[in-house]
């Protein structure tokens, strides 16, 4: 998925070539342009762009002070882009936390590598700000009562809180599925998992479409993991559970995939997160 844009700039041409480039490579992400800062000021506000093209040097209004005014309401990704090249105003600009800095004149590639990257950053922040808002969500269930088999649901729904797929499509699948495996005591294999959840053992059609929401749920919680790595290494939950619920050359060449630095994702292994999961819910 891709981030909505705003380009700011007072020379007509600059911001039609830019217009041009996000057009061409970034389909339905513009939301607008303008060549002066008061009424860019006041069209990204209410807009609200996650990502905002920004010149420096504007005729009515300095660029820093239209940062300073948008942030006021809500904070998007700044690349500014100028001919100034005084490092103290460079400076001043980082200071106000831009993203980038783009010396005119315009290269595409650089554009093109730019706005890829930002997107990339805004995509990570979504996913850890969804799991922080599952870690919240499973610190209500403080009054579950427990026997042995409501122990081990606790137990469950709360690892996957901390994972950041509780009430995701597929995760009840999957608790059940651990449910059914830890009952087995190491004695089963996936395909009698996946027949044990539904309705009609002997539909294939039902049998295919558990095992693919259940493959889903788990390539979420890697993904989840992975992208939790690359922002806080040093994060608990990474460090805790990381390893143990993914083979971690796998999570490293996802972790890799993320930067830019590897270009292919890394695999998971449905059965490894399954008994994973019950030795981590098991006292």
């Not at 089963?188 to 309705?199: D, F, M, P, R, T």
């Not at 695999?267 to 399954?274: L, M, S």
Request: glycine content about 6%; overall charge neutral; proline content about 2%.
């Amino acid at each position: 998925m891709m981030s909505s844009i705003y380009i700011v700039d007072d020379d007509l041409s600059i911001v039609n070539i830019l217009k041009d480039i996000i057009e061409k490579n970034f389909d339905g992400c513009l939301l607008g342009s303008a060549v002066c800062g008061k009424d860019a000021m006041k069209e990204i506000i209410d807009l609200k762009p996650e990502i905002v093209l920004l010149d420096y040097l504007l005729p009515d209004k300095d660029g820093l002070e239209i940062i300073r005014g948008i942030r006021a309401v809500y904070t998007p990704v700044i690349v500014m882009i100028s001919e100034v090249s005084d490092k103290r105003m460079i400076a001043k600009a980082y200071k106000e936390k831009i993203e980038f800095f783009i010396n005119k004149p315009i290269n595409v590639i650089e554009i093109l590598s730019v706005i890829e990257k930002v997107n990339e950053y805004l995509m990570m922040k979504k996913t850890i700000h969804q799991f922080e808002n599952a870690i919240s969500s499973i610190k209500k269930i403080s009054d579950f009562k427990k026997d042995d088999g409501q122990d081990l649901l606790y137990k469950l729904k709360k690892l996957y809180g901390k994972l950041g797929i509780i009430g995701s499509s597929g995760c009840d699948e999957l608790i059940k599925a651990v449910c059914f495996a830890k009952s087995r005591k190491g004695h089963y294999n996936l395909a009698e998992v996946y027949k044990s959840i539904v309705i009609d053992p002997n539909d294939e059609n039902q049998i295919y479409a558990v095992e693919k929401r259940i493959r889903r749920i788990v390539v979420r919680a890697f993904k989840i993991m992975a992208a939790l790595g690359v922002e806080d290494p040093m994060h608990f939950t990474f460090e805790n559970y990381g390893s143990q619920l993914f083979d971690f050359v796998e999570l490293r060449k996802e972790m890799k995939y993320i930067r830019g630095e590897w270009s292919k994702q890394g695999k998971i292994n449905v059965k490894q997160f399954i008994e994973s999961s019950i030795l981590l819910t098991t006292d």
